[in-house]
């Protein structure tokens, strides 16, 4: 709002806009005091400056009859240098005494370089963040492979057990065999002397029936 009323007042009387700048040293901390150059066009020496931060004014001054700039020396930690933007506007008598108002600056911008402390403190918690990433993934990597190996365990020592069981029942099968032809060895010694039956070589008895033959076994088994 006091930036309108100033254009108003300024009127068709108006001059040409001054130009501002920060000249350094500049700040490096909100307690740094800031320098703010204000220069009018050739032609407008002496001239009345002011100085603005959103609106309102900061400070008042004058520049040496021949001189066509001023430097605004702003002290640090101030209210003016937490606020917004600067810009400034000069003033000349012009004919008939009359004063004339120029037109507004550009604004200019006061930024402060992050302390060495937070850009340190920042580059250790990315650091540290990307440590801790590259631990998540290796020891997902490193799970993954003991689960793998572990399946590859588990296949092996059930192809064991199988095996195993292979083993198991062609012994018993084996067992049972020889147990049928000890017993019928041993009722052929029992029979009665007086016997009819011709001397001779004792066979087998052999069975036309479709009994099924004795399965034929193995110890290896592809897994």
């Not at 506007?89 to 004919?95: D, K, N, R, T, W």
Request: with cysteine; hydrophobic share 40%.
């Amino acid at each position: 709002m006091p930036w309108i009323v100033l254009l108003f007042a300024a009127g068709s009387l108006a001059i040409p806009a001054p130009s501002i700048m920060l000249v350094p040293p500049h700040p490096s901390s909100k307690e740094d005091p800031i320098h703010i150059s204000c220069m009018a066009p050739r032609g407008f020496p002496g001239a009345n400056f002011t100085l603005y931060q959103d609106g309102e004014v900061v400070e008042l001054l004058k520049a040496p009859k021949d001189q066509l700039r001023v430097i605004f020396n702003l002290s640090g930690g101030s209210r003016e240098v937490r606020g917004g933007p600067f810009c400034c506007q000069y003033s000349v008598l012009g004919e008939n005494r009359q004063p004339q108002l120029s037109n507004l600056s550009e604004p200019v911008h006061v930024s402060f370089p992050v302390p060495t402390w937070i850009l340190a403190l920042s580059l250790s918690l990315a650091g540290a963040a990307l440590l801790l990433a590259g631990l998540v993934i290796i020891a997902l990597i490193i799970r993954k492979v003991k689960v793998k190996n572990l399946n590859k365990r588990r296949e092996r020592e059930s192809c064991w057990v199988n095996i195993a069981t292979t083993d198991m029942s062609f012994d018993n099968s084996l067992f049972t065999i020889m147990k049928m032809t000890s017993e019928e060895d041993a009722a052929n010694l029992d029979a009665p002397s007086g016997s009819t039956e011709t001397p001779g070589p004792r066979k087998r008895p052999t069975s036309t029936s479709s009994s099924p033959e004795p399965p034929e076994f193995s110890t290896f088994r592809a897994c």
